[in-house]
């Protein structure tokens, strides 16, 4: 999957909003509302991710793109959560994934403890269903999107915030 990634840190009452819409209509939701309202009012409850976010879910992982790896809590932090939106098959234009805080806190409390060496023998893991070819330059690209995602990490937990996790296709 080579889609953009976006985290927000949202509270409760949001996640029950997306929840009570229409599967259909929470992509719209995200993209329409959520998305503008974030990232001009709350930029600090936003991080972007990019095409990183793919090797990221995967270095933390098993080396698989799957929504209960291996690995909790740093698995968690990308795909880990609440499926919001997404089935592989109907659902398969966009991903939405919730956290709840107490998740956060924990996904936080080890991404702040996570060396690059850590995260460079996770991407070394990575499967052969990784859309890119594994590079240094790749996991450089990435071990920078997630440096910019632990303050954030710890804004939400600090907070008591769920985070929610969105990629389009």
């Known amino acids: 999957m080579s889609c ?4 927000f840190a949202v509270p409760e009452e949001t996640v029950e909003h997306i929840k009570s819409l229409p599967m259909a209509e929470r992509p719209v939701y995200i993209s329409e509302e959520l998305e503008d309202l974030y990232f001009d009012d709350y930029p600090e409850r936003t991080a972007e991710l990019d095409k ?13 793109l799957c929504f209960d790896c291996a690995g909790y809590p740093l698995g968690g ?18 991903i939405i994934t919730a956290k709840p805080p107490l998740m956060v806190a924990e996904v936080a409390k080890r991404l702040s403890k996570l060396t690059k060496a850590q995260f460079k023998k996770g991407y070394d893991s ?12 790749d996991m450089e690209y990435s071990f920078e999107y997630l440096q910019d995602a632990i303050p954030f990490f710890r804004f939400a937990a600090e907070h008591g915030l769920w985070v929610l996790f969105t990629a389009d296709q």
């Open 4 to 7: 953009i990634g976006v985290l």
């Open 52 to 64: 990183a976010w793919d090797a990221i879910h995967r270095a933390l992982t098993d080396g698989s």
């Open 77 to 94: 932090a990308i795909l880990g959560g609440e499926i919001l939106y997404y089935d592989g098959e109907e659902y398969d234009d966009y």
């Open 126 to 137: 990575i499967d052969d269903s990784y859309p890119e070819p594994l590079s240094k330059d």
